[in-house]
């Protein structure tokens, strides 16, 4: 049982280049999001979902698509990559209660 | 608009102490908080939460305390120890809303 894993750990990339950061876990719970962190920011929402095929915007939304294709996974995408989107990425996943549970992270640099 | 915060962004304490971690909220429509702990490098990890019909709610070390007169939060831990070096993020959530708010964090540093 990984509960929710994060996939890569790390990753460089150059302005304007695309990426998938991809969450996964094993716990079949329905809702899942997306964060990003920031230092003196916390956490911010980017999107998330309540249930498989659903998405929804968060806080902080532009720059991001999402989707979720089947319930275990939730993808990030980044399609043109700014600076701006140097961060911390995390995902985190909930039953039907409030609380959330979150993945161990993706550095991501964008230079 | 809505917000979660802490009063102050970074302790220090002596190892042994009591620790006191504080959080105001201003949505009085909030009836679930809960506490994070977030270590170097990781994604935060639950510690405790507290239902708004609650006044307090004890863990292992950990005691939660909600005042919803002056909408604030705290956590309290007991006999502070190297490994609860960390950030402390409190979070606050209302009835039906699929989203957490979470506060900006405070960093709690052990001095031997």
């Known amino acids: 049982n990984a509960g929710v894993t994060q996939t890569p750990k790390f990753r460089v990339l150059k302005t304007g280049q695309s990426m998938t950061l991809l969450c996964a876990q094993d716990m079949n719970h329905e809702y899942m999001y997306w964060y990003r962190q920031d230092p003196g920011m916390g956490l911010r929402l980017i999107h998330y979902s309540v249930g498989e095929g659903t998405t929804a915007k968060g806080e902080v939304p532009d720059g991001y698509n999402v989707s979720r294709l089947k319930k275990q996974n939730f993808l990030l995408g980044l399609e043109s990559a700014a600076p701006s989107q140097t961060s911390v990425y995390f995902c985190a996943t909930r039953r039907g209660g409030k609380t959330q549970y979150f993945g161990p992270g993706t550095r991501l640099l964008v230079l | 608009g809505e917000s979660v915060g802490l009063h102050l962004p970074t302790l220090s304490v002596q190892e042994g102490d009591n620790s006191i971690i504080n959080c105001a909220y201003s949505n009085s429509a909030s009836d679930y908080f809960i506490w994070y702990k977030q270590e170097s490098g990781k994604g935060p990890q639950f510690i405790i939460d507290?239902?708004?019909?609650?006044d307090k709610r004890q863990g292992q070390r950990v005691t939660v305390l909600l005042n919803k007169t002056v909408k604030h939060l705290s956590l309290q831990i007991a006999a502070t120890q190297p490994g609860d070096s960390a950030v402390y993020f409190c979070a606050e959530t209302v009835q039906g809303a699929q989203k957490l708010v979470f506060g900006q964090g405070t960093r709690l540093t052990i001095n031997p």
């Open positions: 507290i239902r708004s019909n609650m």
